[in-house]
């Protein structure tokens, strides 16, 4: 069997982080590892409390992992902090970590900040030069690339830009655009579209998480890129098409979406 890791925060709805890429990486039939680098008190509405994890413990747990089970894809979500990025970024070279993903999460949909200030340049430095792949959503771009995003020129631009800084490839993610949900591959200097039909639903919580523990799954189980892209996609449409509607703000996705039995 396939294993794959999530170094990640902890969301106590089960919407997004830890628990949304367990839940991807087990619906794609791909043993499923976690490090956790925070909790979160989080529901629909929003986050209501952060607990970092000691750098030492995060330290503990990814060596316990890679002295054990080796990862064929490692997941990087939220890392609030310096010093957890940097520890990261030793244990993922000390072990040769391979199809690394890091989702740069900043800030939640709800609008609460996920990554500190001064983190932004650790993150810059020791994570997306290791990366294969690397998930910006459009906010997120428009702070790594520093130029606003409005158009699918500007996208182009950005992820250009981002692609040749940290020398990793760039899916722009376009899920934050109002009427279409395309994302963009920058890959060794050349750009394709993912065109993808918007599920109307409100309920979106975790679409980022899910999206790059999807591609994370795939690359494990020996897909190129593209293809781990679109399967990853179509497997987001499918969970948002499956219309769950829980919580009382921005709700989770349904990833049981293929069993039949939900009473
Ligand atoms: N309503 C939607 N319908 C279909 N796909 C969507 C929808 N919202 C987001 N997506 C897709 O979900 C993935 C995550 O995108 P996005 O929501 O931009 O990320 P984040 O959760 O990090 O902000 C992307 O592939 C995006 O195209
Ligand atoms: C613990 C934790 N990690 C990441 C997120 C952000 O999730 P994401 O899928 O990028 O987007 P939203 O759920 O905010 O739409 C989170 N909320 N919590």
């Known amino acids: 069997m396939k294993t794959a890791l999530t170094i990640a925060g902890?969301?106590?709805?089960?919407?997004?982080?830890?628990?949304?890429?367990?839940?991807?990486?087990?619906?794609?039939?791909?043993?499923a590892m976690s490090a956790v680098t925070a909790l979160t008190a989080q529901n629909t509405t929003g986050v209501s409390g952060i607990m970092e994890v000691d750098p030492a413990f995060l330290e503990k747990q990814l060596e316990s992992i890679f002295t054990d089970i080796f990862p064929d894809a490692v997941k990087i979500g939220m890392v609030s902090g310096v010093e957890l990025i940097q520890v990261i970024a030793m244990i993922?070279?000390?072990?040769?970590?391979?199809?690394?993903i890091v989702d740069p999460v900043m800030v939640a949909t709800s609008g609460?900040?996920?990554?500190?200030?001064?983190?932004?340049?650790?993150?810059?430095?020791?994570?997306?030069?290791?990366?294969?792949?690397?998930?910006?959503?459009?906010p997120e771009a428009e702070i790594l690339a520093g130029m606003p995003i409005r158009t699918q020129e500007d996208m182009e631009k950005a992820a250009e830009y981002i692609g040749t800084k940290?020398?990793?490839?760039?899916?722009?993610?376009g899920g934050h655009q109002l009427n279409e949900a395309n994302d963009?591959?920058?890959?060794?200097?050349?750009?394709?579209?993912?065109?993808?039909?918007?599920?109307?639903?409100?309920?979106?919580?975790?679409?980022?998480?899910?999206?790059?523990?999807?591609?994370a799954?795939?690359?494990?189980?020996?897909?190129?890129?593209?293809?781990?892209?679109?399967?990853?996609?179509?497997?987001?449409?499918?969970?948002?098409?499956?219309?769950?509607?829980?919580?009382?703000?921005?709700?989770?996705?349904n990833h049981a979406f293929s069993i039949t039995d939900q009473k």
């Open 184 to 215: 963009l591959l920058w890959k060794d200097g050349k750009i394709s579209w993912f065109y993808g039909e918007r599920i109307n639903n409100p309920n979106t919580h975790g679409t980022g998480c899910t999206l790059s523990s999807a591609i």
């Open 92 to 100: 993922l070279k000390k072990y040769h970590a391979k199809n690394i």
């Open 217 to 253: 799954s795939n690359l494990a189980k020996g897909y190129s890129l593209e293809i781990s892209i679109e399967k990853a996609k179509n497997y987001i449409s499918l969970a948002l098409a499956a219309m769950l509607d829980l919580g009382q703000g921005n709700g989770p996705m």
């Open 166 to 173: 940290f020398g990793c490839n760039v899916l722009l993610k």
């Open 112 to 138: 609460s900040k996920l990554l500190a200030d001064q983190a932004v340049e650790t993150l810059e430095k020791e994570l997306l030069p290791m990366a294969y792949l690397v998930t910006p959503n459009i």
């Open 10 to 31: 902890s969301d106590s709805c089960g919407g997004a982080g830890i628990q949304a890429d367990i839940k991807t990486m087990t619906m794609h039939g791909v043993y």
